[in-house]
């Protein structure tokens, strides 16, 4: 990977995690207003793939061989990325505090650390090691300490940190062909399908309320927070993939914790919830983590099967290569 490579990743990396760190605050006025969580994502996932499709049908100019070939890349996405993480993360949230679901998901970088001492046989350079801990040392101070719940809860959280792990595994694939925002917007509306069926058919709680929220700074109908939280999931699917292929799975799933930092922000401005300086020096910990890990010189793979080259499991192609075999990708 090249220096401007991987600095043109890290900033859109950090703009996906800020895209993301709105969803808190723009879903919680809903939540609190009478929907359920599993409708919230349902539909937000829904119409930011349908926010994403016309981006997607002029990137692919008409090269629908590019998705034939990724289809059951795109199908993982939406199963495992969108839909599955997200329904054992709730499962996991009823029977556990929100913090410590949210703590012990965030926990996929270091399934991403041990699978690539799996996958090559030796231990993580110290470096890695170091930024490991430190990262999570991090969100322990922004999210606090686990505690509270029964074991199954902590066993879904467990599934819910196993999937985030693959979603960045499979958003770092090569993309052979298929353009970030064309694989954002079928893997979202892929998923917000899956997660319909599974809340039409009373596997999860699912309630929708049509009614004013308190969002925003006052009381606004529930369109409004739900259009931005949808334009935000748009945005942050499509960086995320982008950033992803950029600088591969394990550094990207650590600039993937910056979600928790900006998250906390989001709530301090938009719900005035508090902001402490546990919560500042956590974001510090997890920039210094992710620092750790980005300064490591050659990245090894992660998941995956050992006999393929390293490039083929974790690291992004070359700029060569999307230059010729991926042009959509280049406009993006």
Not at 142 to 165: M, R, S
Not at 312 to 323: A, C, K, Q
Request: with cysteine.
């Amino acid at each position: 990977m090249t220096s401007t490579r991987v600095s043109t990743g890290l900033v859109i990396g950090v703009l996906a995690s800020v895209a993301f760190g709105t969803s808190g605050a723009l879903a919680k006025p809903l939540m609190e207003a009478g929907w359920s969580p599993a409708a919230a994502v349902t539909v937000r996932a829904g119409l930011a793939g349908i926010l994403l499709v016309p981006f997607a049908l002029a990137a692919l100019r008409g090269k629908w061989d590019a998705v034939w070939r990724a289809r059951w890349r795109i199908l993982g996405m939406a199963l495992i990325g969108v839909a599955g993480t997200q329904l054992v993360y709730f499962a996991a949230i009823q029977r556990i505090p929100v913090s410590s679901g949210l703590l012990i998901e965030y926990l996929a970088p270091l399934l991403l650390v041990a699978g690539v001492a799996v996958a090559t046989r030796r231990m993580p350079r110290p470096i890695v090691l170091i930024g490991s801990v430190v990262a999570i040392a991090g969100l322990v101070l922004i999210i606090g300490p686990v505690g509270g719940g029964d074991a199954l809860g902590y066993l879904l959280a467990g599934v819910a940190a196993v999937g985030c792990a693959l979603y960045y595994v499979i958003a770092a694939r090569p993309a052979h062909g298929l353009p970030p925002v064309a694989f954002a917007a079928f893997g979202l509306l892929l998923g917000s399908l899956s997660l319909g069926i599974v809340g039409l058919a009373g596997l999860v709680p699912f309630e929708i309320v049509l009614t004013e929220v308190s969002a925003l700074g006052g009381v606004v109908p529930w369109w409004m927070p739900l259009s931005i939280l949808a334009a935000t999931t748009a945005i942050g699917y499509a960086f995320s993939i982008t950033a992803s292929q950029r600088l591969g799975s394990r550094l990207m799933s650590f600039v993937g914790m910056l979600e928790v930092v900006f998250a906390s922000l989001f709530a301090w401005l938009l719900l005035g919830e508090g902001l402490g300086v546990f919560q500042l020096l956590g974001g510090v910990l997890i920039l210094a983590g992710i620092a750790c890990v980005r300064s490591e010189k050659q990245p090894d793979p992660t998941l995956g099967n050992e006999r393929l080259h390293p490039r083929d499991v974790d690291e992004p192609p070359s700029d060569r290569e999307l230059g010729t075999a991926t042009e959509p990708v280049a406009t993006r």
